[in-house]
């Protein structure tokens, strides 16, 4: 069999687990409002199940709905009433085969006091960040209580059929704060040394052992936290803490890495290198006597099989790569590896979760969170070979396809390029975008697997089309850029894709206007080819819009160059010697001297062609950016959602 390491089975405690691989716990807000497992919650954990994972590790478990609110839909456990619905889930995921621990959480200081109306708690009053919310230092009866709310969860846990529980000592809640030198300054029992600063969990585990005996206990901790400011954990701290935990009989440790104030040590984007952390994984391997989880950003099977193979952990966990495709393991154990949608780092899950406070979604996966609403077998199969055609091969389109075909219909896809990938083909060319390519080819894998005729180089024409007699036209021919016809000499201008594309060589000097994230991206490929660069934006900010851990990667690799940054200006005119522009707020305008200028102004939907298609008396349904510019997850989404719903007229 492939991946004989990643299929072994393995031990936690008394506890045999089928494989080696273990679902890291990630929140979704899919919780209901009292913390409930919802059905919505129940059917997207029971799919990772089904799809052939060892150990589900669900996401952190309230242990306290007074004084921990981390979000209004996080899942816990700090209720009676919590246990019935946490049964439902756990009896569903063991059908499938797979185990279950419940991560108990307790927020401390980065608890939400606007959702519990309370001052947030912590060891020592010390706020998350500097200027930010001033929590209060527990008391000792502070600290009982919450130690006993812990107690209580995992008495729940395993009254509702949960394998074990994981405390979770990472990412600088409330456990990881009384580890934390930075965050823990008590000076009685429970600060100062080593011993006296796990004390808080070690009397945590010891009462889970006096309730529930040998019941299966991890401990999650950041085995660096990586953040350079005196008092956080460097790779020697979490050692230390790992021996410590280790002699408490704890069963197995699992290691994240980073902190608050370095979220991207523990969920990274794109630029970072798969196992670039894997040092402090196999340190912890080399150091303790009980099972190692690890984290390692794994996208594939390959790379999970060469790190059990080299002794860096003896778990390992997938994150994302759970999000982005619940058949990671099965098709890797069928030794199909090219058929698995791999997690592209794009964020798009952290920023609805962390930056709109809204339920997960995956760019790649779009029934993530849905399953209970998109079930595979519910999928109406009545196309019955009737004849429909998709208008561009981008992620939009072929997902669109995938669908289309599942259902039956006979699919033809035209594509003028000579490459399926539509705007993908220009996005992955930035630097650290190369991953990119690999959506367009399992997803080109999959639409010809199911039988989609494929026309590349062909420029598709409600004439053309309408001669395959179509039930339903998609029109999925992305967003053109914008690029304003009233503004005098736009015509000398150059547009950031053939930039990118290599189409339009820069030379001297460069303006370019927008900053949005095509801008930034034709911004860091601009400055490495060693131009000096001007960019202007009519928003007050830089990037505005884009999610704040996406922008500081990019922007961490252009601010080094010191662009001249011109905001809330707008572009006037653009002349043989550079541009005129307006500076928003007084009016005033000024030149910028250029030898190239670049547009990235955004991009406009594509009315205007489905208005043809119609007119020639075709079925014609606007897809993805076509219809609403955008991103990858829109388009996936889009293409998935109206595929699956079509009805012919």
Not at 10 to 23: E, F, K, S
Not at 258 to 278: H, I, L, V
Not at 624 to 636: D, K, V, W
Request: charged share 20%; net charge negative; aromatic share 6%.
């Amino acid at each position: 069999m492939a991946y004989e390491k990643l299929f072994e089975p393995g031990r936690i405690g008394g506890l045999t687990i089928r494989n080696r691989a273990v679902m890291s716990p990630m929140g979704t807000d899919l919780a209901d409002i009292r913390g409930n497992a919802t059905p919505r919650l129940i059917a997207y954990y029971t799919e990772r199940a089904k799809g052939g994972i060892g150990l589900i590790i669900n996401e952190y478990t309230g242990v306290d709905d007074v004084d921990s609110i981390p979000t209004q839909h996080n899942l816990r456990m700090a209720q009676d009433y919590n246990v019935q619905e946490a049964e439902e889930l756990t009896r569903s995921v063991h059908a499938y085969g797979a185990k279950i621990f419940a991560q108990l959480h307790h927020g401390g200081a980065t608890s939400k006091s606007a959702f519990t109306g309370r001052q947030n708690l912590s060891p020592s009053g010390v706020p998350m960040a500097p200027g930010g919310e001033v929590p209060r230092e527990m008391t000792l009866e502070d600290i009982k209580r919450v130690q006993e709310k812990f107690i209580a969860a995992a008495v729940r846990c395993k009254k509702a059929g949960y394998d074990g529980v994981e405390l979770h000592g990472a990412h600088s809640y409330l456990i990881a704060q009384f580890f934390s030198k930075y965050y823990n300054r008590r000076t009685d029992a429970y600060g100062g040394t080593l011993e006296n600063r796990c004390r808080f969990i070690d009397e945590i585990i010891a009462g889970i052992r006096a309730k529930l005996g040998r019941y299966p206990i991890s401990v999650r901790i950041c085995g660096d936290e990586m953040t350079d400011e005196p008092g956080f954990l460097t790779l020697e701290d979490g050692l230390e803490i790992g021996r410590h935990l280790e002699a408490q009989g704890i069963d197995c440790i699992n290691i994240s890495n980073g902190s608050s104030w370095n979220g991207n040590a523990n969920c990274e984007p794109f630029s970072y290198t798969p196992g670039w952390k894997k040092h402090v994984a196999k340190a912890f391997k080399e150091a303790l006597s009980i099972p190692v989880i690890a984290t390692n950003t794994i996208k594939d099977p390959d790379f999970a099989e060469s790190l059990l193979e080299e002794g860096v952990s003896d778990f390992v966990a997938l994150g994302r790569s759970q999000f982005a495709d619940p058949e990671f393991m099965n098709k890797a154990k069928a030794g199909r590896p090219e058929t698995i949608r791999q997690c592209i780092g794009c964020m798009y899950c952290r920023e609805r979760l962390l930056g709109n406070a809204m339920p997960v979604e995956c760019s790649l996966n779009p029934r993530l969170g849905r399953e209970y609403r998109y079930r595979w077998q519910d999928l109406q199969k009545n196309g019955n070979g009737r004849p429909v055609v998709v208008v561009g091969g981008g992620p939009g389109g072929l997902e669109c396809a995938v669908i289309l075909a599942k259902r039956g219909f006979d699919v033809t896809l035209m594509e003028k390029a000579s490459a399926l990938g539509g705007t993908l083909n220009i996005a992955k060319l930035p630097p650290h975008k190369a991953n990119l390519q690999g959506v367009t080819d399992v997803l080109a894998l999959e639409a010809r697997e199911l039988g989609v005729t494929v026309q590349l180089n062909t420029e598709a024409t409600p004439e053309t089309v309408a001669a395959l007699h179509p039930v339903g036209v998609f029109l999925a021919a992305g967003a053109p850029p914008v690029v304003p016809k009233s503004i005098p000499g736009i015509d000398k201008a150059v547009l950031a894709e053939d930039v990118i594309l290599g189409k339009a060589p820069c030379t001297g000097k460069v303006v370019l206007v927008g900053i949005g994230l095509t801008g930034l991206e034709c911004a860091e490929m601009i400055l490495e080819q060693g131009h000096r660069l001007a960019m202007m934006e009519m928003n007050p900010t830089v990037g505005q819009g884009i999610f704040g851990v996406v922008f500081n990667d990019i922007y961490s690799r252009i601010k080094p160059y010191d662009p001249e940054v011109y905001t809330s200006h707008k572009l006037a005119a653009v002349t043989d010697t550079g541009v005129t522009v307006e500076d928003m707020a007084t009016g005033e305008t000024k030149t910028i001297a250029a030898d190239t200028v670049v547009l990235a102004m955004g991009t406009h939907s594509q009315e205007a062609m489905e208005a043809s298609y119609r007119a020639a008396g075709l079925n014609a349904i606007l897809v993805g950016s076509a219809e609403t510019p955008g991103r990858i997850a829109g388009a996936t989404r889009d293409g998935f959602e109206k595929a699956w719903g079509f009805e012919a007229e």
